[in-house]
């Protein structure tokens, strides 16, 4: 259907109203998109840390040999005169050369000792093949593990040999630098040999006088010095007047003091060589050479300036492993404008004593770095100034500014993290944590919260070097800002993860005092961290659980359970979980304290987000494994109580084990595969109980429990049986589950079990049971995990146990206790066998416990088929399922040994998930926020299109309608339409049957996509609402068990997913269904069999939303209006409707705060919902006579409630006035109504099979009895319709299948 192109480009509409319109779409706010919603509730992927040195290596021996035989050049290298003479700096002629060679021996060992001081060093002066040998095997003996470095001198014996061979005095010998190592039994290893070499085997050193004959040796042990030489020996030397070699060796400092020049230009020099070794080396090459030991690493930043100089005289320093080659690195042009910013300053210096003034160097690599931080693309190199904002740490000038750009790099996420800790930063910012400064403190704690987000295993250094202290003073420290504290709690909770060391060194620094303090902080991030890291410190530490006790951790933290924030509530959950789940043992009081927080946690139960319920599943996990025995004793009664229970089964219930729902129509197509739904469970037989249960006997037939759950329920579940891998070994399928939860409510258990079935256990069983049936599958799996779990373990602790020696009964363990101190038994009875229907454990109450007596009775000796003894053998103070002493254990199944079949496989991951927020970058500004990003681009799309078509629309409606039958689309619906809606602006109508939806593109008549809404088959779909209709769509189904579902990437290509399910009215009780109170009027009773409602029961559950303020108002079957807050998701108020009978229809005015809501019984009651719940019911209108088909309010400011009743009367009320202010009758026999919000249009639809459609002045305009086409088949009986939002078309669905729309006459189009 096209629009008119005049229409398209009228300029009826101004420009600045449809920027207006544009406005408001922008305002709206959107339900249900935050992160918890679109992501997978899991941490990080852990990327492989390869920056921690795990060989960290020392070199602890040094061998210097030096063959210089002075005086006597060696007969193969002809030297030039004059020739380069000076070794170690001293010329060997200018003293006698036994002296000369001690000299220069000694001075070798002072260059190295510059470096390394530590190490042994052993001179070997001109010395024989034996002595080399002997030397070096007695160092490699003596360093064991560590490295040995070998320093040969050779310019006084003739070049190696062909083979590699070097030279010594008195005979030749084959000494490579490995040699040594072949002293040992193993062939020598090369892989950790490391050689340097001046030149390759063809090339000479040079000989120019100005230079050292150990030019190479002077490069690795006194850089800076032979630097500064070559540097003056450069052409470029000139251009800076007045400095000369002599000038040089005066250069004022220390080479260890970075205040000196001399230091200055040491630092600068070990800045860079680290900067060109990282960026030019492979990542592991640079750990191994640069990071791994500190002699080695000095030495190879030293060899590329050896390779710089010796290239520079037609030499080729070799090493081995080779380096790529680096002297033509760029930064060595910052070197030497380092070197002639120094050396300029000499003169003055030296001779007038000016100032040294200090190089700017680097302040501008960290304005280099800062240009890369704030100009880069995403996908880039990254920065070269890395290793030199790690120098500048060093330095108190910059380390502000340093620390700034390094918190800003980290910030990019979990690759730049794992670069900087590459490179080496993990010692700096460690050793920062001793500062006491405290404008580093919020660096420090934004930096640490970045490297322990993507590097947990840094918890160990920081409490070996007290860094926990530092966090601990930042989190108690009021006067810090809410942001930096929460990145300081994060960083407590990763120090007490799973780490006993870090637990017990931050109970001692009072965290849970500090936390406790911050619980009620304004900020959520930190209460959420706050509650996190107590669940973590007491998790399995005992003693941070009594230091919790005593400081009532567990009532302070019972607040966040409401608090508005899910996450915050899904951490508090976390951390009462931990809190009972320690395994130590019970006290009394201990117990008592876990049954309170047990029954503060079950109020929880119908929270409105699945986060929130799985972590309440886990958290009563915990209580399950702690008081396991109690447990058994609750399974095995309701597993009994199930047995005993019938319930009616329904009519038809569909076909077991088919995703679609069996109908009568003759080509069912098939459903979509539902993508995050993969454990969508159709109706499936429920599975029989385990073998073990069938040992047991518990159904008497011993087949299935075949089992339909009729229409009992009061919550509702996307599963039927568990679609997780381990299926067959569910002893409960979810039928039977949900049939105990039901017959826990309705049947006269309570009054069976006596005193001990309304005790905690018994509460949180129940509570675990409608957690099951839950309709999030994640929240129903864990749930089913842990009763399958209890249920397991009770029917192999129950089976018949032959007993050898009753005499030794006596001696046994106490029960777990309860709050009230008492011990719950086991009551008296047999195992429950063929002979008898019920066990008698549901009828014996058990008595209150008195240490009793040994329990002596004769030895007993089963005879085969007689009943084997259960536990009124053993005395009441044993622990409930625990065997016999002595007894043979014929099934190897310890209590306890099962104990670990629920914990660890049961977490949410929330608390990685939520550490995530600190991996991921936190300054950049998001997606929906950057105007020039995809996401914003593709909304300010969405908004011009809203405009067009409520634009184009206003034009037609504006016009008037005078005809609406014209059918614009017709097709065969997959099942009965039930529900339908329209897509406010796009050409989409959803179309709902009793548990399906299907997706129709109208336009093109297409259908894109169907898919099963995964309620349980006893229920139906009652009401849809497209929620963020303007913006990025949401589905929303509401089925008559009181379960909402929320819908994302349907109608398109890819796979519909659920983003979230909760239970919307939680007592939506079959058997309390109002029936319409005016029975008498057989009409209205005739309509509602029609409409299925005597058998269904009634409404169902009927929905109202409202985007402006994110309100969902719900209500049907029940004697409330429930209003959920989806922002908060939770229930936000509950307004009684003061009837006896069902909502039928509700209808909400954000601007007035008004509801209005037409009932079953014919009344049609307007509630404000800003009063209080005694009077917020500000009108109740009774003129109908009859249920209430649709009541509606107008959304202008003196807007009109119109509302009709079965027998087709239709009202117009005033909310001022108590009377309808006008009356007009209409079809008789009425099930559907919809009222256009634009057009003033109504259209009603029969049950005898046709649809008129009435203007505002009550005249019918169109009378709709036959299909177009078709050869004119009269339309079946209207099961449902709806106008579109904007255009004047209506939707309709019949008892036949068929979906229909018919629309304006085409020239108004």
Not at 64 to 92: F, M, Q, Y
Not at 324 to 344: G, N, R
Not at 677 to 705: C, D, F, H, M, V
Not at 1157 to 1186: I, K
């Amino acid at each position: 259907m096209k629009m008119d192109s005049d229409l398209l480009h009228s300029p009826a509409v101004g420009l600045a109203e449809e920027e207006e319109a544009d406005m408001n779409d922008w305002k709206l706010p959107l339900a249900f998109m935050k992160k918890r919603h679109s992501e997978k509730i899991e941490g990080c992927k852990a990327l492989a840390q390869s920056w921690r040195m795990k060989d960290r290596m020392k070199t602890v021996s040094v061998a210097l040999v030096l063959c210089l035989n002075v005086g006597v050049d060696p007969p193969d290298v002809v030297k030039t005169s004059p020739c380069a003479r000076l070794e170690c700096w001293i010329d060997p002629l200018s003293m006698s050369p036994q002296k000369a060679l001690e000299t220069i021996g000694a001075n070798l060992q002072k260059q190295y000792e510059n470096w390394q001081p530590r190490a042994r060093y052993k001179q070997s002066l001109d010395p024989t093949v034996d002595e080399v040998k002997k030397l070096c095997t007695s160092l490699r003996r003596n360093a064991k593990e560590e490295r040995v470095l070998f320093h040969y001198n050779g310019h006084g014996v003739p070049r190696p040999t062909v083979n590699g061979e070097i030279w010594v005095f008195n005979k030749v010998a084959a000494i490579n630098p490995s040699h040594p190592l072949a002293q040992m039994p193993l062939p020598p290893s090369m892989k950790n040999c490391i050689q340097l070499a001046a030149c390759e085997a063809s090339e000479l050193l040079p000989m120019n006088p100005d230079l050292p004959a150990d030019l190479f040796t002077s490069c690795l042990t006194t850089p800076i010095k032979i630097a500064l030489r070559w540097f003056c020996m450069q052409k470029s030397a000139k251009l800076v007047p007045g400095v000369t070699l002599d000038l040089i060796e005066k250069i004022p400092g220390r080479l260890n003091d970075r205040r000196t020049p001399l230091g200055e230009l040491n630092w600068i020099f070990t800045a860079i060589t680290d900067t060109i070794a990282w960026n030019v080396l492979p990542r592991d090459l640079f750990q191994k050479l640069f990071r791994q030991d500190l002699l080695v690493a000095s030495l190879f930043r030293n060899f590329l300036l050896a390779e710089r100089i010796m290239r520079s005289y037609n030499c080729t320093p070799v090493s081995s492993p080779r380096l790529p080659p680096t002297y033509m690195h760029a930064m060595w042009q910052a070197w030497d404008l380092a070197v002639d910013i120094c050396l300029s300053q000499l003169p003055t210096i030296i001779e007038e004593g000016t100032a040294f003034r200090h190089s700017p160097f680097f302040a501008e690599q960290l304005t280099a770095f800062q240009v890369w931080l704030t100009m880069g693309v995403e996908n880039r190199n990254p920065p070269e100034q890395l290793p030199i904002v790690l120098q500048v740490l060093l330095s108190q000038v910059h380390r502000l500014r340093a620390l700034d750009l390094l918190g800003r790099f980290l910030d990019l996420g979990p690759w730049a993290v794992s670069l900087a800790l590459s490179v080496g930063i993990f010692p700096y910012v460690l050793k920062l944590l001793q500062s006491s400064a405290r404008e580093l403190r919020p660096l420090l704690v934004f930096i640490w919260a970045k490297i322990l987000a993507v590097d947990s295993s840094c918890q160990a250094d920081l409490v070996k070097d007290n860094g926990h202290k530092y966090f601990l003073s930042v989190l108690a420290d009021s006067y810090m800002p809410a942001e930096h504290r929460t990145m300081a709690v994060f960083i407590l909770a990763v120090i007490v993860n799973s780490y006993n060391t870090g637990q017990e060194a931050c109970l001692q620094g009072n965290l849970i005092a500090n936390c406790l303090e911050q619980l009620s902080d304004p900020h959520p991030l930190l209460r959420q961290w706050v509650a996190i890291c107590l669940g973590r410190i007491w998790q399995n530490f005992d003693p941070a659980r009594w230091c919790g006790v005593r400081d009532s951790a567990h009532e302070k933290l019972y607040t966040l359970l409401s608090d508005p924030i899910p996450e915050v509530r899904c951490a508090a959950v976390f951390a009462l979980g931990t809190f009972v789940g320690n395994s130590a043992e019970r006290t009394d009081h201990s117990t008592t304290i876990d049954h309170n927080v047990a029954m503060m946690l079950a109020q929880l139960i119908n929270d409105g987000s699945p986060v929130v319920r799985k972590e309440l599943v886990v958290a009563l996990s915990h209580l399950v494994v702690q008081y396991e025995s109690n447990f058994c004793t609750v399974a095995l009664q309701f597993i009994e109580e199930e047995k005993n229970y019938t319930v009616p089964s329904p009519a038809n219930t569909a076909e077991p084990g088919n995703l679609t729902p069996v109908r009568d129509s003759p080509a069912i197509p098939r459903l979509r595969s539902v993508n995050s739904y993969t454990n969508i469970r159709a109706a499936t037989t429920a599975r029989n109980l385990n073998k073990s249960l069938q040992n047991l006997n518990l159904n008497e037939e011993g087949g299935p429990a075949a089992f339909s759950p009729g229409n009992l329920s009061t919550s509702s579940s996307a599963s039927s049986t568990l679609g997780s891998p381990d299926n067959d070994e569910y002893i409960l399928s979810f039928e039977t589950i949900d049939k105990m939860r039901r017959v826990s409510s309705y049947s006269s258990l309570n009054s069976l079990i006596g005193v001990s079935f309304n005790s905690v256990y018994t509460q949180i069983w129940r509570v675990l049971l409608h957690l099951a049936a839950d309709p999030f599958p994640e929240v129903s799996d864990l749930a089913m995990k842990v009763l399958n779990s209890i249920a397991y373990k009770a029917t192999m602790n129950a089976r018949p146990q032959r007993i050898l020696d009753s005499g030794s009964l006596t001696q046994s363990a106490p029960a777990s206790p309860t709050s009230k101190g008492t011990h719950i038994h086991q009551a008296g009875g047999s195992p429950p066998m063929p002979s008898t229907s019920s066990s008698s454990l549901t009828n014996e109450v058990p008595k209150p416990p008195t240490r009793e007596q040994p329990v002596t009775r004769p030895p007993y000796t089963p005879t085969l088929g007689g009943q084997a003894p259960h536990s009124h053998q053993f005395p009441r103070t044993r622990k409930m399922f625990d065997k016999g002493p002595e007894q043979a254990a014929e099934d190897g199944d310890e209590p306890g040994g099962h104990r670990n079949y629920i914990s660890p496989a049961l977490q949410t991951g929330l608390c990685d998930w939520s550490a995530k927020y600190f991996a991921q970058p936190v300054m950049k500004i998001p997606e929906e926020h950057d105007l020039e990003s995809q996401v914003r681009m593709e909304r300010q799309w969405r908004f011009l299109r809203n405009t067009r078509v409520r634009r184009q629309s206003r034009c037609i409606t504006q016009r008037g309608v005078s005809r609406l039958d014209d059918q614009i689309f017709i097709n065969r619906n997959p099942g009965v339409p039930s529900v339908v809606k329209f897509h406010p602006f796009n050409t989409c109508i959803a179309v709902a049957d009793k548990d399906s939806i299907c997706f129709w593109d109208w336009e093109k008549g297409e259908r894109l996509d169907y898919f099963y809404n995964g309620n349980p088959r006893y229920t139906r779909i009652t009401s849809m609402e497209y929620l963020n209709g303007h913006d990025c769509s949401l589905l929303l189904t509401a089925t008559d068990d009181g379960a909402l579902r929320i819908w994302k990437n349907f109608a398109d290509q890819k796979n519909p997913e659920m983003v979230t399910a909760w239970q919307g009215l939680s007592d939506m009780l079959p058997t309390t269904r109002g029936q319409p109170t005016t029975s008498a009027h057989s009409l209205a009773r005739r309509v509602s069999i029609y409409l299925d409602r005597s058998k269904q029961g009634g409404a169902g559950m009927v929905v109202d939303w409202e985007q402006e303020t994110g309100l969902l108002m719900t209500s049907g079957d029940v004697r409330v209006i429930r209003i959920w807050d989806t922002d908060r998701e939770m229930k936000v108020q509950d307004i009684p409707t003061g009837a006896d009978s069902c909502v039928t229809s509700l209808s909400c005015d954000s601007q007035r705060s008004l509801i209005v809501a037409g009932l079953g019984d014919g009344s049609v009651r307007v509630f404000d919902r800003r009063m209080g719940p005694n009077e917020c019911r500000v009108m109740t209108y009774r003129e109908h006579g009859a249920w209430v088909v649709k009541a509606h309010l107008q959304k202008e400011t003196d807007g009109h409630i119109i509302s009709v009743s079965v027998n087709g009367d239709v009202r117009f009320f005033e909310p001022r006035t108590p009377d309808s202010i006008n009356v007009l009758q209409t079809v008789k026999g009425l099930t559907a109504l919809d009222i256009h919000p634009q057009a003033n249009l109504f259209a009603c639809g029969s049950m005898n099979q046709f649809i008129a459609v009435y203007n505002a002045n009550g005249d019918v305009i169109s009378n709709i009895k036959y299909y177009d086409g078709f050869m004119g088949q009269r339309i079946g009986a209207i099961s449902c319709l709806t106008f579109h939002p904007y255009w004047p078309h209506l939707a309709v669905g019949s008892n036949d299948y068929y979906m229909s729309i018919y629309s304006a006459e085409k020239r108004l189009r």
